[in-house]
């Protein structure tokens, strides 16, 4: 039996939402690289005890925004931060990518929408409705502008958003965003294949890895001298 090392501390971790459906495989991913996490509702007190909360599933926060958003800020460590999570819930944030010259579909689309998936501001996999696609560049280079965008307007690093995805419809020469979706997205994970969901699952969990360093709370950050 493998002991925990008394030098190092290990982050608490609450992954927010449901442990089955889609994410079903974070807790594994993560516990590869050494980081073990658990699943919590966002309105469980013991979310604030946690280190680092990473927001998954959160039942029922659209209709209790207003509490959603005051708990964010309770939250010692939330990902994506407080900040991003109400802009993005927000009513004007795509007035905002529009203004920083974001092309965006003012109209209802009828197309079908393409998925775009970010970890760390990295593009990593691409879906629709009903499986896995490979997108054109065009439609990446759309994504990663509002994500761009988005982080100058929130005055952070595109890599400080631990997921994102961009809804895109159109191809090369007239994509458009269709939304924009930095608080709990779905991201696919159960129309890939087994081994680009463990690859895709494995980048997450390194992303994780690099936000704990980045707060100062990797299992290294608080060895005793």
């Given amino acids: ?65 207003d509490e959603f958003l005051a708990w964010t800020k309770r939250v010692p460590n939330l990902l994506n931060a407080p900040d991003v999570v109400a802009w993005n819930a927000g009513q004007h944030h795509l007035r905002d990518l529009r203004h920083a010259g974001v ?23 691409a879906f629709t409705t009903q499986r896995p696609v490979e997108a054109d560049f065009e439609l990446w280079d759309l994504g990663q502008a509002a994500l761009q965008a988005a982080a100058a307007q929130l005055s952070i690093g595109a890599d400080e958003l631990l997921y994102a995805r961009a809804d ?14 930095l608080v709990a997205p779905s991201l696919g994970w159960r129309l890939l294949d087994d081994t680009a969901r463990d690859d895709a699952q494995r980048r997450f969990a390194l992303r994780v890895e690099s936000a704990l360093d980045r707060l100062g709370l990797g299992p290294l950050s608080h060895r005793r001298p």
């Fill in 1 to 65: 039996m493998k002991l925990a090392r008394p030098d190092i501390r290990h982050p608490r971790i609450v992954l927010v939402g449901s442990e089955g459906g889609d994410d079903a495989g974070l807790i594994a991913a993560l516990r590869k690289r050494g980081l073990h996490a658990r699943w919590l509702p966002w309105d469980d007190p013991d979310t604030l005890q946690a280190d680092l909360v990473i927001l998954r599933t959160p039942i029922d926060y659209a209709d209790r925004l």
């Fill in 168 to 181: 895109v419809v159109g191809g090369p020469g007239h994509a458009e965003l269709v939304g924009l979706d």
């Fill in 103 to 125: 092309p965006i579909r003012s109209r209802r689309p009828t197309a079908a929408q393409t998925a775009l998936v970010y970890l760390g501001g990295t593009q990593s996999h």
